[in-house]
């Protein structure tokens, strides 16, 4: 059975033709993604390390040169032990794209509490995340937060550099970098005597890359 699938913002010509099956397989798909993300969150505030690094994908790359879920595990255990009591991840909403049928990318919304000895520490950041499936499982292949802001609770965080962790000097959050749409929206103001030109629709499953345009991911930093 084939059914014919149509971009309601693009008419009616079709765009792709699936079977029923196939189009299971992507709802389960969706639905697994999902649950990885949320699996994430809970694993790590309730730091069980074993089930937060098995979320990846078994050859994980961990910083430059070392590979592997043990890696990833000794790396949380430090940053996790170190630097947090505890921590609170809720989530906000998740996009999803597939670049093929065992290969996808996402944007997930998360607003983080965290308690850093006297402080409490507020958060919002974006994680962009690319997702591989691997002998029937979803994996996480990476994960790259973005942050917004990261401020005790009773200090809003309003002005410049929104990154203020207890004890470091504030600086710049990466939460708008992947999105040149961001500076290109501040950059100018469009002409109130004539209407503005509207790009066509992205094309489907090109959301996201449509919006980053090819941005190269910024450098990641934890804390």
Request: glycine content about 6%; aromatic content about 12%; charged content about 30%.
């Amino acid at each position: 059975m084939t059914i014919i699938l149509r971009d309601l913002c693009m008419g009616t010509t079709p765009v792709a033709a699936r079977t029923l099956e196939e189009r299971i397989d992507r709802l389960e798909s969706i639905d697994a993604i999902r649950q990885l993300a949320g699996k994430y969150s809970l694993s790590l505030d309730m730091r069980d390390m074993d089930a937060h690094v098995n979320l990846f994908a078994p050859d994980i790359r961990v910083g430059k040169d070392k590979v592997g879920r043990a890696h990833s595990k000794a790396w949380q255990d430090d940053t996790l032990r170190d630097q947090f009591t505890g921590t609170s991840h809720h989530l906000g909403q998740h996009i999803i794209e597939f670049v093929d049928a065992d290969h996808a990318t996402g944007v997930v919304y998360s607003k983080n509490e965290h308690e850093c000895g006297p402080e409490w520490v507020i958060m919002q950041m974006l994680y962009w995340d690319d997702y591989e499936r691997i002998d029937g499982q979803w994996y996480f292949r990476r994960r790259l937060p973005c942050y917004w802001y990261a401020t005790d609770l009773n200090k809003p965080p309003i002005g410049d550099m929104k990154m203020r962790w207890p004890g470091r000097e504030p600086y710049w959050g990466t939460f708008h970098d992947l999105f040149p749409s961001w500076k290109e929206f501040w950059a100018q103001r469009p002409d109130k005597d004539s209407l503005p030109q509207v790009a066509p629709p992205a094309p489907l499953e090109q959301f996201l890359a449509t919006m980053r345009r090819g941005t190269p991911a910024p450098k990641m930093r934890v804390r």
